[in-house]
């Protein structure tokens, strides 16, 4: 079972920024997607970016060109910086690992383990 460590995370302004890391161990997990969802309250946990085992990062139509995630092979750990980011209420943001046949994708099925989640809020 892959372990995900996250930390980052915490307030912002509109339009600010913010870092979020993940550290990932266990076995087998280079060949894990990893990446991030964010569940606002009582919304669906949602996939916001995702990286496969060849560091090609997926994005939600809401975070192209505001959102970067890279992966560090050496340090085991995902990176998500985001950049002007939006009021759109307090949410947590959640790390997420799986292993699929198939090219990452941002559905939440499939994806086995998860961090604890780290609350980012965005004020207006």
């Known amino acids: 079972q892959v372990q995900l460590v996250e930390s980052g995370g915490g307030s912002v302004q509109s339009g600010g920024s913010l870092r979020l890391s993940c550290e990932a161990s266990g076995p087998g997990y280079l060949a894990y997607c990893l990446g991030w969802f964010r569940q606002g309250p009582g919304n669906a946990r949602e996939g916001v970016a995702l990286i496969g085992r060849q560091g090609e990062p997926v994005y939600a139509e809401s975070a192209k060109g505001r959102f970067t995630l890279s992966r560090d092979y050496v340090k085991n750990t995902i990176v998500l910086e985001m950049a002007g980011l939006r009021p759109e209420g307090p949410a947590k943001y959640y790390c997420?690992?799986?292993?699929?046949?198939?090219?990452?994708?941002?559905?939440?099925?499939?994806?086995?383990?998860w961090g604890q989640g780290t609350q980012v809020t965005v004020s207006s």
């Open positions: 997420a690992a799986g292993r699929f046949q198939r090219p990452c994708g941002l559905e939440r099925e499939g994806y086995a383990a």
